[in-house]
């Protein structure tokens, strides 16, 4: 995958926007007859693997004649939106809640992009984006457009051409685009029959809550530090897929994801959010977690919302 281009024009052939992420075995994660491998999507330009789907789904809404972005993220996806609109030179505008962090507001800016804060929470931004949205403007989903989830399959389809094929893969589950695009990449490799195990933590297990009631619910509130994990509700292909593939649900508790963040940092010396923790958590947890499989791969999810010291901050509050 070569380096990002610069596209000035619609007719030029488009590179893709994300990089091709390093596949590594965890000599800390592994242990006698299970190898854990990470995807490092950590590493991904913007932190995350976000940029995979939003840079696929911003390059064909260009090229479909989009003139403008508009996103109501302040996390991971409206900071890879952000980068591919600069990126396709096309104009960004994210509007955010009061909530987000002034750190967030700063990663977006640094990407050029044209923010509005407004509105106590996600709810009201969302509905001021989208009122905003004209004839010539392309709205970037966070998780529900399938668009995003043939981007984000493009991991898999490197573990593929690895060589590596899982017997298991272990991943976040915010409102589930991650989850679509892994089962889609999987499927698309020929590997259907790879069980995926869906991470959540408790207050922001949405997924896991709908499995139990057998149907998409929705939470009242999100009650988890994790807030890439913090959609209320998943998307109808994600719930659908828990009928269709062998998807089995884990939650873990914010500490425990914490906790696995900062182990990381001193194993593998990448930061990473809690909403990757999630995963961390089940990964350092696989031989009693995951027994019987031989080859895990784990998601490396990443994000760039969280400090190092917010990180130890939380870990603080956590053991008191
Ligand atoms: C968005 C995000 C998730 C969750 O992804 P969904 O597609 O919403 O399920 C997990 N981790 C990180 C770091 C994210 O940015």
């Not at 003139?67 to 096309?90: D, P, T």
């Not at 994801?257 to 900062?262: E, F, M, N, R, T």
Request: charged content about 15%.
């Amino acid at each position: 995958m070569g380096p990002v281009s610069i596209n000035v024009g619609y007719d030029c052939i488009p590179m893709p926007l994300h990089i091709e992420t390093p596949l590594i075995e965890s000599a800390a994660m592994s242990s006698a007859g299970q190898s854990v491998w990470l995807k490092m999507e950590a590493l991904q330009p913007p932190g995350s693997f976000k940029i995979r789907g939003v840079g696929h789904a911003c390059e064909e809404y260009a090229r479909r004649g989009a003139r403008r972005f508009i996103a109501a993220s302040g996390g991971n996806a409206g900071i890879a939106a952000a980068y591919a609109a600069r990126h396709l030179a096309i104009p960004m505008l994210v509007v955010v809640p009061e909530t987000t962090s002034a750190r967030a507001l700063e990663l977006l800016r640094r990407e050029n992009a044209e923010v509005i804060v407004h509105g106590a929470s996600f709810q009201e931004a969302n509905a001021l984006a989208q009122s905003m949205v004209g004839a010539t403007d392309a709205f970037i989903h966070p998780f529900d457009d399938p668009l995003l989830w043939h981007g984000h399959a493009s991991m898999i389809d490197e573990v593929a051409r690895a060589g590596r094929r899982p017997d298991a893969v272990v991943l976040s589950v915010g409102g589930g685009g991650l989850l679509c695009g892994v089962i889609a990449g999987l499927r698309r490799n020929g590997w259907s029959d790879v069980p995926v195990i869906a991470v959540e933590t408790d207050g922001a297990d949405s997924l896991a809550q709908s499995i139990a009631a057998g149907a998409r619910i929705e939470l009242a509130r999100i009650g988890s530090i994790a807030t890439s994990l913090g959609a209320r509700q998943v998307s109808q292909q994600a719930f659908d897929w828990t009928g269709a593939h062998d998807v089995r649900s884990v939650v873990v508790s914010d500490a425990a994801a914490v906790a696995a963040c900062i182990r990381f940092m001193d194993d593998h010396r990448i930061v990473s959010e809690p909403a990757c923790g999630a995963t961390l958590a089940v990964a350092y947890d696989a031989a009693a977690m995951l027994g019987r499989f031989d080859q895990v791969l784990a998601i490396v999810c990443g994000g760039v919302t969280a400090t190092v010291a917010q990180l130890q901050a939380w870990q603080a509050t956590a053991n008191k």
